[in-house]
Structure formats: structure tokens, C-alpha cells
């Protein structure tokens, strides 16, 4: 779990912003009362709610991370399933606010703080995939395949939201849970402990060599369907 101090959530609306406040004014000329005005509390109210500028950036990484965790401990998906899931849904968070996800966007390029706190924000997401993968993978799965996985499941999300914030993908929560499947299925021999006799069944064929390649294939998918 994570050992941030504990302090009420901001709400999406604040956050964001804030987000914009800080973008138009730069992010070293924002002073906390401009924050507070911009988001309609009192300066005593603000540091309760976000603590410093950074955590006004980072708040929807806060909750995304507290709503990933509790989903994860509570779902009964399997672990393919929930990972996928868990992480669409975090990128679904991030861009609910298409503006303050591309100012936040642009801040963090610009600012070598929130780069290096993004890191830190990264290595959070990882160890909570990474404890998930653990906790409930098949014994005897090797050391490597949580943090492997965990590190591919972040990969994912972060080309895609960076895909979608520089316009190259329309449909960012289609694209992400067409390429966190490929990347979780990469992995499945692991996930699940019949994932790997399935993929080992062999499938012998014999079909009439004057046949059409179509009828072929048709004939090969209907044993499967049956076998």
C-alpha cells in the first residue's frame, strides 16, 4: 500500500483546475493562494486537500492508484481479465478531462520536476500490478513474470495515453484493451495453471487434397469448436 500521508481527496473538478490555473500562470509563478483561489477553497483547505503543487498535478495519478487497488483486491475476474480491466479503467480516469490531461501533458514535458515525480508515480503503478500478479498466480511462478508483466501492463497504458494526447489514436480505451490483451496473453502460460496444457494441444488434420483452402479452414475450425 502506499505510505503517502493520508488526506481527503480532491475532487476531479478541483483537480483539473488547478491543472489549468497552473498552466496559465507557469508552473514557478503559481503560487498556493492562486491555487486556492482557483479551485475555491481557503489556503488552510488547499494543503489539506492536494499538500503542494506537484500533488495538484498528480491527484488524478492519487486516485487512480487508490481506485486501481481496491478494484484489484475486490474483483473476481481472472487475473488476465481483472489486469486488463484495471488498467483501461486507469486510463479512462486520466483522459475523462481531454483539457487537463494535455496540460498536464504539457507541464510535465516542461518541468524536469514533474518528470522525475512521474517516475516515482510509475514505479506505484508497477509495484500494485506486481503485488496483484504475486498474490494470485499460479505457485511455482517464477520471481521475474510479476515484474515483467506489471512493467508491460504500465508500457501499454502510458504509449497509448501518450498516442492519444498527441492525436495519433481516436479511440484511446479501444486501442488500450486491444494491445494490454497481446500484452497480457504474452504471459498467459503464467496466469493461469491449465493456461499452458491449452496452448500445448496438438490438432492433427486430414482433409481431401483437392479441397479448397477455405473449406479446409472450415473444416479445421469446426473440429476445433468441437474438440
Same mark, same amino acid.
Given at each position: @500500500?502506499?505510505?503517502?500521508?493520508?488526506?481527503?481527496?480532491p475532487t476531479l473538478d478541483s483537480s483539473?483546475?488547478?491543472?489549468?490555473?497552473?498552466a496559465d500562470r507557469g508552473y514557478e509563478?503559481?503560487?498556493?493562494?492562486?491555487?486556492?483561489?482557483?479551485?475555491? @477553497?481557503?489556503?488552510?483547505?488547499?494543503?489539506?486537500?492536494?499538500?503542494?503543487?506537484?500533488?495538484?498535478?498528480?491527484?488524478?495519478?492519487?486516485?487512480?492508484?487508490?481506485?486501481?487497488?481496491?478494484?484489484?483486491?475486490?474483483?473476481?475476474?481472472?487475473?488476465?481479465?481483472?489486469?486488463?480491466?484495471?488498467?483501461?479503467?486507469?486510463?479512462?480516469?486520466?483522459?475523462?478531462?481531454?483539457?487537463?490531461?494535455?496540460?498536464?501533458?504539457?507541464?510535465?514535458?516542461?518541468?524536469?520536476?514533474?518528470?522525475?515525480?512521474?517516475?516515482?508515480?510509475?514505479?506505484?503503478?508497477?509495484?500494485?500490478?506486481?503485488?496483484?500478479?504475486?498474490?494470485?498466480?499460479?505457485?511455482?511462478?517464477?520471481?521475474?513474470?510479476?515484474?515483467?508483466?506489471?512493467?508491460?501492463?504500465?508500457?501499454?497504458?502510458?504509449?497509448?495515453?501518450?498516442?492519444?494526447?498527441?492525436?495519433?489514436?481516436?479511440?484511446a480505451d479501444a486501442v488500450a484493451t #486491444?494491445?494490454?490483451?497481446?500484452?497480457?496473453?504474452?504471459?498467459?502460460?503464467?496466469?493461469?495453471?491449465?493456461?499452458?496444457?491449452? #496452448?500445448?494441444?496438438?490438432?492433427?488434420?486430414?482433409?481431401?487434397?483437392?479441397?479448397?483452402?477455405?473449406?479446409?479452414?472450415?473444416?479445421?475450425?469446426?473440429?476445433?469448436?468441437?474438440?
Amino acid at each position: @500500500m502506499s505510505t503517502r500521508p493520508s488526506r481527503p481527496a480532491p475532487t476531479l473538478d478541483s483537480s483539473a483546475a488547478a491543472i489549468r490555473c497552473i498552466a496559465d500562470r507557469g508552473y514557478e509563478a503559481t503560487t498556493a493562494g492562486d491555487l486556492a483561489d482557483a479551485v475555491g @477553497m481557503s489556503r488552510s483547505t488547499f494543503f489539506r486537500r492536494f499538500g503542494s503543487k506537484d500533488d495538484v498535478v498528480f491527484a488524478d495519478h492519487d486516485q487512480a492508484l487508490e481506485t486501481l487497488e481496491a478494484f484489484l483486491a475486490a474483483t473476481e475476474l481472472p487475473l488476465a481479465a481483472a489486469l486488463v480491466q484495471g488498467t483501461a479503467d486507469v486510463l479512462r480516469l486520466l483522459i475523462r478531462d481531454p483539457e487537463a490531461a494535455r496540460l498536464r501533458f504539457d507541464l510535465m514535458r516542461h518541468t524536469p520536476a514533474l518528470r522525475d515525480r512521474e517516475l516515482v508515480i510509475t514505479h506505484r503503478y508497477e509495484r500494485v500490478f506486481a503485488r496483484t500478479i504475486r498474490d494470485r498466480a499460479p505457485e511455482g511462478t517464477p520471481e521475474w513474470v510479476a515484474a515483467a508483466l506489471a512493467a508491460s501492463l504500465v508500457a501499454v497504458h502510458n504509449q497509448t495515453l501518450r498516442d492519444w494526447l498527441r492525436g495519433r489514436v481516436a479511440d484511446a480505451d479501444a486501442v488500450a484493451t #486491444r494491445d494490454l490483451r497481446r500484452a497480457v496473453s504474452l504471459f498467459e502460460g503464467y496466469l493461469s495453471p491449465d493456461a499452458e496444457g491449452e #496452448r500445448r494441444r496438438v490438432v492433427v488434420a486430414v482433409y481431401d487434397a483437392a479441397g479448397s483452402p477455405e473449406a479446409i479452414l472450415d473444416a479445421v475450425a469446426a473440429e476445433l469448436e468441437r474438440g
